[in-house]
Structures are given as C-alpha cells and as structure tokens.
C-alpha cells in the first residue's frame, strides 16, 4: 500500500502540528544546551591555558627582570667599591709623593747646612789665624820696643862715653838736656812701635771678630734651615698619614655603604621573586579553579536538565490539548 503523505498531513490538525514543533523545539534545545555548555567548558579550559601561560611567561619575566637588576646592583657596587680602592691608591701615591718631597728637601736642606757648618769652620780658622797674626804683632811690637830701648840705651850710653872722654860735665844743663832728648827719642820710637804693634793686632782681631761672627751666623743659618726641613718634613708625614688614614676611612666607609645597598638591594629582589611566585600560584591556583569549574560542567547533564523542562512543558501542553478535545 502506497504511503499517501498528503493524507498523512491531512490527519493532522494544527494543535498536532503544533505540538510536534514544540516537541522538535524541545529536542532542538536540549541539543543546544549540549553543545553550549560543552562549548563553554572548552573555551573555559582554552582560557585556564591561555592564563598559565601569560602567567608563566610574567613569571619568567619577571625573574628575568630580577635577574637584570641583580647583575646591574652588583655591577653598581662593585664599582663603587673599585672606585674606593683606586682612592686609596691614588692618596697612597699622592702621600708618598709628600714624603719624597719632603725627604728631598731634608737632603738639599742636610746640603746646605753642611756647606754652611764648613764654611763655619773656615771661618773659625781664619779667626784663629787672624787671632795668632794679632799676638805675633804683639810680640813682635814687644821684641821690637825692646830693640828701640836698647838702640836707645846705646845711644845714649855712646854719647855720656863721648862727651866724657872730651871733658864735658855730665851734669850740666846742656849735656843733661841732650841725653835727656836721647831717652825722649826713645821713648817716641817706642810709642810708634807700640801703637803699630797695636794697630796690626787689632787689625787681625777685628778680621777674627768678623770671621767668628760669620761662623756663628753660618752655624745659626745651617741650624736654621735643618729646623725648617725638620719642620716641613714633619708636616708632611702628617699630611701624608692624614690624607692616607682619611682616604681609607672614607672607602671603608663607601665599601660598608655599598655592601648594605647590596643586601637591601638584595632583599628587595627577593621579596620581588616572592610576590612573583605568589602571583604564578594564584594564577596557577585560578586556572586550576576554572578547570575544576569546566570539569564540573556536563554537557549531557544540560542537555538533560533542558530536555526534562521541555518534556515536561510538552506533557502539559498535550494533556491541555487532549483534555479540550475529551
């Protein structure tokens, strides 16, 4: 028998089509709500991927950066630290400088008060040989006053011998006058040599005063100048010990610094690669929820849950229709 489908239309009214679209609407809903909620799991799972990798790869990042920050603190402190040292250096370099120069002076200083003391020294000679010059004219003004009174003496000897081998009465006024005028002469002779004698000798002992005063001012000049030297080598040891102990002072002081910076530094990475870790597991711990949350979505058990509902609501809709048409 031939299937008549136009009859077969014809048997229906249209509450039956009615129901048989709300029926397919039904089934149409149920497969929907299945591939919604399967739809869903998926893009949440896809999106659970998508955040472990972005928070991975910040996770990465972010130890790279603290890597970077690392390496350049530790650059930045070594050099603050390399730079102390070659202060050192440098004011170990300038106090030995000072203390060349110093020692430098000391010798031309020790130079030169030896020139002056031996330049003293000649003088003190020529003191003591201006000094014997002085007595030597002394002594020879004596031996030569001696002579001018024995000359004298002579003299006046020779002339009483004569005018009394010729009869003259030495007693009287005229001879007496005569020998008188003898010793005078004498006498004048005498003074002469004395005060040449005199003259010469003072000579060399001015000569000598000069030349102890020369030595004296030669020896003060030489004494002088070492203490001078001794002085400024002085100050320059001070110097060069202070410029030394203020330099070292001042890199302990720096190295001390930088080596603080570097644990602070060092700290706050590390509390960087803490709060790092912190966001990789929440992210982490995130993913996992919206996988456990995925997982926990049943694609059949919407599908169920929708094709109950419309069952449901399609009995109701049938037992309505029947119930008009009983």
């Known amino acids: 028998m031939d299937f008549d489908i136009g ?20 089934a149409t809903s149920a497969i929907g709500a299945y591939y919604s909620t399967s739809g869903q799991a998926s893009a ?35 050099q603050i630290k390399h730079d102390a040292d070659l202060s050192v250096i440098r004011s170990e370099s300038d106090a030995a400088t000072l ?15 030896a020139n002056a003391y031996a330049g003293a020294a000649i003088d003190d000679n020529e003191a003591h040989l201006a000094e014997l010059h002085a007595q030597s004219s002394l002594l020879h003004g004596q031996w ?49 040599v004395r005060e040449k004698a005199l003259q010469a000798a003072l000579g060399y002992r001015m000569a000598a005063e000069n030349a102890g ?9 030489a004494g002088a100048t070492l203490m001078i030297a001794g002085m400024e080598q002085q100050l320059s040891e001070v110097r060069a010990t202070s410029l030394t102990e203020s330099a070292i002072a001042e890199a302990d002081f720096k190295k001390a610094m930088a080596d603080a910076g570097m644990l602070n530094t060092e700290a706050a990475l590390e509390l960087k690669k803490v709060l790092a870790e912190s966001g990789l597991s ?7 929820s919206k996988r456990t949350a995925a997982d926990n979505m049943s694609p059949w058990l919407s599908a169920g849950t929708s094709l109950l509902g419309g069952v449901s609501k399609v009995a109701d809709s049938w037992y309505r229709l029947n119930k008009t048409r009983g």
Do not use: C, H, P
Not at 7 to 26: K, R, T
Not at 153 to 182: N, Y
Not at 282 to 288: G, K, L, T, V, Y
């Open 7 to 26: 009859s077969w239309f014809d048997s229906f009214s249209f509450e039956d089509l009615g129901q048989a679209a709300q029926v397919a609407g039904v």
């Open 44 to 78: 949440i799972n896809a999106q659970a991927g998508l955040d472990d990798i972005q928070a991975r790869s910040n996770y990465s990042a972010s130890l790279a950066q603290i890597g970077l920050e690392s390496i350049n603190a530790q650059l930045g402190f070594a």
């Open 99 to 113: 203390r060349a120069q110093a020692g430098i002076g000391m010798a031309r200083a020790g130079a030169s008060a």
């Open 144 to 192: 030569d006053e001696q002579a001018v009174r024995m000359k004298t003496a002579q003299t006046k000897s020779k002339r009483r011998a004569s005018m009394a081998a010729r009869g003259i009465e030495l007693g009287s006024g005229t001879t007496a006058a005569v020998l008188t005028s003898d010793e005078v002469v004498g006498e004048q002779s005498v003074t002469q």
């Open 213 to 221: 005063i020369s030595a004296g001012a030669k020896r003060a000049s």
């Open 282 to 288: 929440m992210s982490e711990a995130a993913s996992d």
